[in-house]
């Protein structure tokens, strides 16, 4: 699962943090997570020229294959999401959780009827130009 922090990663970062008293790995994997799915400093990401709406979105979901950018870098850590170091599941309902970790296992949402899109992680990172649709 390359879209999953590595477990052997998850080890030694572990192991590291019992040696400095830090026993709460827990709370550090989500922060390092974010790191490491944060894009290079020289990425540059330009929002659609004409954004589709989020009802125009929506029906392209149901059309086309949904993508990252180039530059974008998406991690997992279990069923988190994180995308350009943000945690895409925040507050999300369950068919858009369900999209992102398709986007991060997969590296392309295929079509798919998804509900609740307008206010979404999903539409946000379209908007930002983190998400394309394939040609």
Request: glycine fraction near 6%.
């Amino acid at each position: 699962n390359a879209e999953q922090l590595p477990e052997e990663l998850i080890r030694q970062i572990t192991l590291k943090l019992r040696k400095l008293k830090l026993d709460h790995v827990d709370h550090f994997l989500p922060g390092i997570t974010a790191y490491l799915s944060e894009p290079k400093q020289q990425a540059f990401f330009d929002s659609p020229i004409k954004p589709l709406s989020p009802t125009q979105f929506t029906q392209n979901l149901g059309l086309k294959k949904l993508i990252p950018h180039a530059q974008t870098r998406i991690l997992s850590l279990g069923n988190e999401v994180f995308c350009n170091g943000e945690n895409m599941n925040q507050g999300q309902t369950k068919d858009i959780t369900k999209a992102w970790q398709a986007l991060s296992a997969k590296k392309v949402l295929s079509p798919r009827k998804i509900q609740g899109v307008a206010k979404s992680s999903l539409y946000e990172a379209y908007i930002a130009g983190w998400l394309i649709f394939e040609s």
